[in-house]
């Protein structure tokens, strides 16, 4: 078994996701107290998704697209700007989950700039925890953002980055006092780039998440122009974006004859604090 010490570790800060037990690893898989075990993949990810949560996730095109898109640096403003927000309000030795970590590439960025927390992923995609599980230091399980395998209040900080925000399930494994991050995108984000394709493109709506009992605390907006100057590039941007399903072949055909152009990426980060109830 090659996988890492240190990934066993961070693997068995997930729970058993039938009885909710702590796991402890033995050769090639985790099991909890109540006898549950799971697989440790070869890559060093374990696949905690329950069959009756299983849902579609992003399949390998926009897997494959939105890897080539992130590895390239084109949101690096986006992933320091959330991992600045991180190193400010939170523990720089804690638990940080994403929650619907993709292909791990955010989760890289909240490690290198938190070298002494523990990174969790999980993403319902096995395609994407396949690829995160290549980055080092982390763990990732598939499992769902719905009922994550996660204890309760057990971890200081959730982010969730373009991917469903599930406040009632983020409070549960919050500390109290831990942190919801929150990465929306605002109206003009990706304009330019639908503009190229459709005849009439329409402005993103202003959707903030609905944050339960969690408590906004702050918000940051971020926004810069990618001067795109492959076709390859721009292809990949757009097979990373829920647009490209629902786009006729005739209007995907246009992006192929553009070689250049000016995008802009315009985000909306917020930070919320769980609340601690009062329970008397
Ligand atoms: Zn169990």
Redesign the pocket.
């Known amino acids: 078994m090659s996988v890492n010490e240190s990934v066993i570790e961070r693997l068995c800060m997930f729970v ?1 996701p ?2 909710g ?1 702590k796991f402890t690893a033995e050769s090639h898989c985790l099991r ?1 107290q ?3 075990s799971f697989d440790i993949a070869k890559r060093g990810y374990v696949n905690l998704l329950m069959k009756q949560h299983a849902g579609s996730g992003d399949d390998a095109i926009m897997v494959r697209a939105r890897r080539e898109f992130l590895n390239s640096g084109r949101y690096l403003p986006l992933r320091n700007a959330i991992s600045a927000i991180l190193a400010e309000n939170l523990p720089n030795d804690g638990v940080f989950l994403d929650a619907g970590c993709g292909e791990g590439w955010y989760a890289e960025g909240f490690r290198d700039a938190l070298p002494n927390a523990k990174i969790l992923g999980v993403d319902i995609s096995k395609e994407a925890v396949d690829h995160a599980a290549r980055r080092p230091g982390m763990g990732f399980a598939v499992g769902s953002v719905f009922r994550l395998p996660i204890a309760d209040h057990s971890v200081d900080a959730v982010v969730s980055v373009f991917s469903p925000f599930c406040a009632s399930e983020f409070e549960r494994v919050l500390k109290p006092g831990g942190k919801a991050v929150a990465v929306v995108p605002l109206p003009r984000h990706l304009f330019a780039l639908k503009a190229a394709v459709y005849e009439h493109p329409y402005e993103n709506d202003d959707v903030r998440p609905d944050a339960g009992n969690l408590k906004q605390i702050s918000e940051k907006t971020v926004k810069f122009v990618m001067k795109l100057q492959k076709n390859e590039e721009i292809a990949s941007l757009f097979a990373m974006t829920p647009y490209y399903y629902k786009t006729a072949d005739s209007d995907r055909e246009k992006l192929q004859k553009v070689e250049t152009l000016d995008v802009e990426a315009e985000f909306l980060i917020i930070t919320y604090e769980s609340v601690v109830k009062n329970n008397f």
Request: net charge neutral; with cysteine.
């Open positions: 058993c039938v009885c037990g909890c109540t006898g549950h």
